[in-house]
């Protein structure tokens, strides 16, 4: 999830609601993609992130009924879970 909705690790560990391809699934968020930093060996030489990415397992991908060519693609969106 990018940093300003990681928020500070205050969305660690809860669920979210993914809304894509007339689906909902639950998932729980793990990780902050760093949507400030990037490009050093604490990021992998990875560049920042774009603000507005939640990144989905495997298993959201299918949950969603998303053919694996178009696992990433989807255009989603998410809630908290209540």
Not at 21 to 37: H, L, P, Y
Request: some cysteine; hydrophobic content about 35%.
């Amino acid at each position: 999830m990018s940093t300003g909705w990681f928020n500070k690790k205050s969305r660690c560990l809860n669920f979210i609601n993914i809304h894509g391809n007339g689906r909902i699934v639950g998932a729980m968020v793990v990780d902050e993609c760093d949507s400030t930093m990037g490009c050093d060996s604490d990021h992998d030489y990875q560049p920042p992130c774009p603000n507005n990415i939640v990144d989905a397992s495997k298993a959201v991908w299918k949950a969603l009924g998303v053919a694996e060519s178009d696992w990433g693609n989807l255009d989603i969106f998410w809630s908290d879970a209540n």
